[in-house]
């Protein structure tokens, strides 16, 4: 009987640190579950953000292209001839150059799409 009384209790003992041991192992595994959704949440808040920086920097770009192309522009139409010697170059007046410069910067920034398409495609011709 004291035999069966000392396996009883080794069973209960073994039993026991089962116990503890799944315990623990559901709390790693809660405290794992709650860091995976954390960096889901980090992750994403980086790809939104990384999606919002790569917009500015297009949109930096493109605004770098037509001031560069304005300025190219405007300096061609005002240095350019007084550099020659001759004032028979007329100077582009504001608003065909605007136009000009509206023209340059929609076909930059959609370039398969056919300048007729715009409405702003015969402003100079109509002199706005």
Known sequence: MDSIQ?????TKGVMKTNIEKTLARGEKLEALEEKADTLNSRARTFQSNARQVRRNFCMQYWR?????????VVSSSVF???SLG???YPLLDLPKLACLVLKTAVHISLPNEPLHSHSFYNCAVHGL
């Open 6 to 10: 000392a396996e009883i209790d080794r």
């Open 86 to 88: 001759s004032d028979h």
């Open 64 to 72: 770098n292209i037509v001031v560069g192309i304005l300025i190219l």
């Open 80 to 82: 350019l001839p007084h």
